[in-house]
């Protein structure tokens, strides 16, 4: 309400209350003042009616909500269902106008004042996780791969000869569909393997830009966030020889936000050398759902060029939701989440040793992966396929997600491409694992029951082994004719154990 509101309810109720009540309101707008002024993550998150008012005030500045609004066009903020209405908290238009998402939408002053709020908000975290001299950002409503498709067009108008992009590999299939479906042909790196870990092959890199011309080369698309064993690439010294023969340079960093070790390669890269573009997820972040990333970069002007290469208008349910979310927390809340990250990690590293020691295996040395994990499974019996695959399906029906069991020798074909060992970032890593990864959000309970059950499946999965096992060989004294019943009775009653339990 405004001073005139108030002074009109000082004469239906005690003035003194009335005044309380204005003070109390004035407390959530100094709060959204302060926003607006600094457009900065406030330091402790605000609570739920602060953020509806801000919300609701945002809202009605957007045409559609106006009283006695008269729409004409095909594209008015028309909602048939009151609950999507409510879902979007009537913020309807969207973001951008048809030739950039970063644009003011006449129609839409609340949208598009929500849009500049949350990528001013967004480029402060990113500050705050670690890239400190990042330039400019926005929020995208794609996924990542999509989003690094988006890059790579853009890239296009500035290199016009180039035909191919160099990638480290990484099996992981948007990031690498990403280049296909901009028209691009991968170069695919094989990694080296240092001990368990896969790492860039600096050398191969370098050699593949001599043999094919820095002009031809759209860019180099380096990774930071990945699964173990395969390990962040080496992104400072990619962003030299980026620098050295002057090709642009795209990092896929899509949970590595979360990481202060990949923050920390991305501000070095482009410390030392070069990288003019880093994409991260939203949902993997910040937890909100999918359907958004942030692109960053280094070089103002060529993040609005790449904002000014989406077609169209977009939607701002991502930038809605992460500015809730952003809010909400703030900093000190999003700083927690990112310590208690890095306490899970070394939590779940922890038990998993544990466990992979007590089954004969052995926890995967990848000091250079701060988010994943890896463990091996030598002792499942044909590490090719069915007694591995069988334990991944066994986790996935007892309700365990995320995790992935890699057997050996898998063949994929993604875009007319073929990979030997897919999922495993190599043709031949040396054996079968299972991945795990401590993310953000997760909780001392979530490694606990994770292991709980893990360890239930391979006692399952080894039994069932060990059982095939005694089976054969009682098939194998058979025809030798020489079985003695009393042992073999013995051996399956240790392998099989008590049969209540």
């Known amino acids: 309400m405004n001073p005139e509101s108030f002074a009109a309810g000082e004469r239906r109720v005690s ?62 903020g028309r909602v048939a269902s009151a609950l999507v209405a409510r879902r979007h908290y009537r913020l309807i238009h969207g973001i951008g106008r048809s030739g950039d998402i970063s644009a003011v939408q006449p129609k839409a002053a609340g949208s598009s004042l929500l849009n500049k709020i949350t990528n001013s908000l967004v480029l402060n975290v990113i500050k705050l996780a670690g890239v400190h001299s990042v330039a400019n950002c926005f929020v995208v409503p794609m996924a990542t791969g999509m989003s690094l498709t988006l890059c ?8 016009p000869k180039a035909k191919y992009i160099i990638w480290p590999r990484i099996d992981q ?13 991968p170069v695919v790196i094989e990694n080296v393997l240092e001990g368990d870990e896969l790492r860039t092959d600096l050398n191969a890199v370098e050699a593949k830009v001599q043999e094919l011309g820095p002009d031809r080369i759209l860019c180099i698309h380096s990774t930071t966030s990945c699964f173990a064993p395969r390990v962040p690439d080496r992104l400072e010294e990619l962003a030299v020889i980026c620098a050295n023969y002057d090709i642009p340079h795209v990092v896929n960093n899509a949970y590595g936000l979360q990481s202060s070790k990949c923050m920390h390669l991305i501000q070095q890269g482009a410390r030392v050398g070069r990288i003019d573009v880093f994409v991260q ?20 002007s ?13 939607s701002a349910s991502p930038s809605l939701d992460v500015l809730i979310t952003l809010l909400s927390l703030g900093c ?7 310590k208690e990250r890095k306490e899970m990690f070394v939590y779940l590293s922890t038990e998993l040793k544990k466990l992979a020691e007590a089954h004969n295996e052995r926890l995967l040395q990848t000091p250079h992966n701060p988010i994943s994990l890896a463990m091996t499974l030598r002792t499942l019996g044909g590490q090719h396929g069915k007694a591995v695959t069988q334990l991944g399906s066994m986790l996935f029906t007892r309700q365990v997600s995320g995790a992935r069991v890699v057997p050996l020798g898998s063949v994929q074909t993604v875009s007319g491409y073929t990979f030997q060992g897919f999922m495993s970032h190599t043709d031949n890593y040396p054996c079968a694992y299972l991945n795990a990864a401590a993310a953000i959000g ?40 020489d079985v003695d ?7 399956l009653d240790s392998v099989l154990g008590d049969k209540h339990q």
């Open 15 to 76: 003035p003194s209350y009335v005044r309380q009540g204005r003070e109390a309101r004035r407390a959530h707008e100094h709060l959204i003042q302060l926003l607006l002024e600094q457009g900065k993550c406030p330091e402790d998150g605000w609570d739920e009616g602060t953020l509806e008012l801000f919300l609701h005030e945002l809202a009605i500045m957007d045409s559609n909500n106006f009283l006695g609004n008269c729409g004409v066009g095909e594209r008015e």
């Open 302 to 314: 060529f993040i609005q060029e790449i904002s000014k290469m989406y077609p169209g208008r977009a």
């Open 485 to 491: 019943i009393e042992e073999m009775a013995l051996k």
């Open 332 to 338: 000190n809340g999003y700083k927690k989440l990112l």
């Open 281 to 300: 997820s939203l949902d993997k972040n910040f937890m909100v759902p999918v359907g958004g990333a942030i692109i960053a970069g280094f070089n103002d």
């Open 442 to 481: 997760m909780k001392t309970q979530d490694v606990d029951l994770f292991i709980k059950r893990l360890e239930k499946c391979l006692n399952t999965v080894e039994k069932e082994q060990n059982k095939a096992s005694v089976v054969s060989g009682v098939d194998n004294y058979n025809r030798a004719g």
């Open 173 to 185: 299939k948007s990031c690498f569909k990403s280049m296909v479906t901009a028209g691009f042909e």
């Open 152 to 159: 790579f067009l853009t890239l296009r108008h500035k290199r």
